[in-house]
């Protein structure tokens, strides 16, 4: 998917073992904190170390491996809950003026996430536990898995999105024609538009979704209201990754990112690593903490490929819709609009840049500028 205005690649979710490479729908959702994502991180070392998994399985008395790999993840993720919650529960209470009502929210809001994590990191590890528990090469088939995940995952994309709408703000013809007016331009049968999200939720993010003939512009709710001058750029950008074939390159190398990962960990578990935590097998569900670990660890090389591949895309966007339409001054208005309105950073540290998946706006301005001297001088950075 690519996108306008998404800040960092998003941490590994629970869910996320060396295998699903491919990205995530990805609004302006402000990058947790640093000390937030460091605490995190560090919930899941506490669960290898003191071998809590174990533990709670020798309380529980729990045999078989399905359920034990049930409540290894529910570890996990009411681990990881307790960490992110001196970071998340200031932030509710600063959101609203009652601090009763504001609890209550964070706490239904935290228990969604929490079981919404276990159903999803169970669904996701047990074919893959299945498969460690059968076959010492279970990273061939288990790629195979992820490759057909993420490939339903991009043609079904539009499709969800659609069932995401509000059906009560449909896309209004004029921006509809908008936006195929711009199509038009960049001789693209663009069809119908997609706006989605709730008024007001700070979602300034736009879209191309999909593959072949599923493939749409989708554009944000709060997006979808900026100066229409504003939106044609976005949506120029957006169809410079369309008409560039940007989904269908990405594809290829994502699949090969995703191979690479699993054989890196199937390698690297050969090694044993898992005697030093007192597990004798990668199959056991007590594994699970030190699997995400190590899948982080092993997935970090690859997502810094994937982000650089990223950001090269996201310049080759921006060009396209400077030369498309024009206007390298609304062009600029609609970065400057992208930070003040959608939090996108103006500037990321090194070790963030990494793996973001588009450069920070400062160097976006800064491109576009050198290009059009007219404009130096002008507002902004
Ligand atoms: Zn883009």
């Known amino acids: 998917m690519s996108t306008i205005s ?7 979710p629970d869910t996320e073992l060396p295998g699903p490479t491919s990205r995530q729908p990805e609004g302006p959702r402000p990058t947790p904190p640093a000390a937030e994502s460091v605490a995190t991180g560090l919930a899941l070392v506490i669960c290898v170390v003191a071998r809590l998994p174990h533990r709670m399985l020798d309380v529980t008395g729990i045999a078989s491996w399905g359920f034990a790999l049930l409540v290894a993840v529910s570890v996990v993720s009411g681990a990881r809950a307790l960490a992110r919650a001196p970071f998340t529960l200031p932030r509710s209470l600063r959101a609203g003026p009652n601090p009763a009502r504001a609890l209550r ?6 228990l969604r996430t ?32 992820f490759a057909a995940l993420t490939v339903v ?19 209004p ?51 979808a209201a900026w100066p229409p001058d504003l939106v044609d750029q976005v949506v120029a950008h957006e169809l410079g990754h369309w008409r560039l074939g940007h989904a269908g390159r990405r594809l290829p190398l994502t699949l090969l990112a995703e191979l690479v ?33 190590l899948g982080a660890l092993v997935a970090l090389p690859v997502r810094c490929v994937l982000a650089w591949r990223d950001r090269a895309q996201e310049r080759a966007a921006d060009r396209f819709a400077l030369d498309l339409l ?7 208005a609609m970065l400057q ?38 404009l130096q001088g002008t507002k902004g950075t």
């Open 326 to 332: 024009d206007r390298p001054g609304d062009f600029d």
């Open 173 to 223: 013809p004029s921006l509809a024609a908008r936006v195929q007016a711009v199509g038009a331009k960049a001789r693209l049968d663009v069809g119908d538009v997609i706006v989605t999200g709730k008024p007001g939720a700070r979602c300034g993010n736009a879209y191309v979704v999909g593959l072949g003939r599923t493939r749409r512009v989708v554009l944000e709710h709060d997006l």
């Open 105 to 110: 929210r964070w706490a239904a809001e935290e």
């Open 6 to 12: 998404a800040g960092t690649a998003q941490p590994l």
């Open 261 to 293: 990962a699993l054989a890196a960990a199937a390698a690297a578990l050969s090694f044993s690593p898992l005697d030093a935590v007192g597990i004798a097998a990668a199959g056991d569900p007590r594994s699970y903490p030190f699997l995400l670990l």
């Open 114 to 145: 929490v079981a919404l994590t276990i159903v999803a990191g169970t669904m996701v590890t047990l074919p893959l536990y299945a498969l460690i528990r059968a076959t010492p090469v279970w990273w061939l088939p288990a790629w195979l898995m």
């Open 153 to 171: 995952w991009q043609v079904a994309l539009p499709v969800l999105m659609r069932l995401r709408a509000n059906p009560s703000t449909p896309t």
């Open 337 to 374: 609009r992208a930070a003040d309105d959608s939090g996108v950073p103006r500037s990321l540290p090194w070790w963030r840049l990494l793996t973001a998946s588009h450069p920070p706006i400062d160097e976006r301005v800064a491109a576009c500028r050198r290009g059009r001297p007219a």
